[in-house]
């Protein structure tokens, strides 16, 4: 089983932007596919993006789409979510998960949180 750790969460103001990235444990990285999800406060979890085993397959959530980009390292056992023109409703604790599925339930990890002021 993969374990997978995110990082790269933090306060930005409204217009700016962030990279995530989330390294996984285990051999078989460049196997899965990985996914990025979201839950804002008082929300449920929500889909973001999803990238295939060798990056070339890409997909989004409509709110994200032309401004956050999903892509992955294999060798360094990555994926990032690059994130443009944060908005305030981008605001969530954002998770990946290894997997292409939307509606994917879990399990998941900590999580990094992202605030973005307006």
């Known amino acids: 089983q993969v374990q997978l750790v995110e990082s790269g969460g933090g306060l930005v103001q409204a217009g700016g932007s962030l990279r995530l990235s989330c390294t996984a444990s285990?051999?078989?990285?460049?196997?899965?596919?990985m996914g990025w999800f979201r839950q804002a406060p008082g929300k449920e979890r929500e889909f973001v993006a999803a990238?295939?085993?060798?990056?070339?397959?890409?997909y989004y959530a409509d709110s994200v789409k032309g401004r956050f980009t999903i892509s992955r390292a294999n060798a360094k056992n990555t994926v990032y979510l690059q994130m443009n023109s944060l908005k305030p409703e981008d605001t969530a604790v954002y998770y990946c998960?290894?997997?292409?599925?939307?509606?994917?339930?879990?399990?998941w990890g900590q999580g990094t949180l992202v605030t973005v002021s307006s």
């Open positions: 998960a290894a997997t292409f599925d939307t509606d994917y339930n879990g399990p």
């Open positions: 285990g051999r078989t990285f460049s196997s899965y596919p």
């Open positions: 990238i295939n085993w060798s990056g070339g397959s890409t």
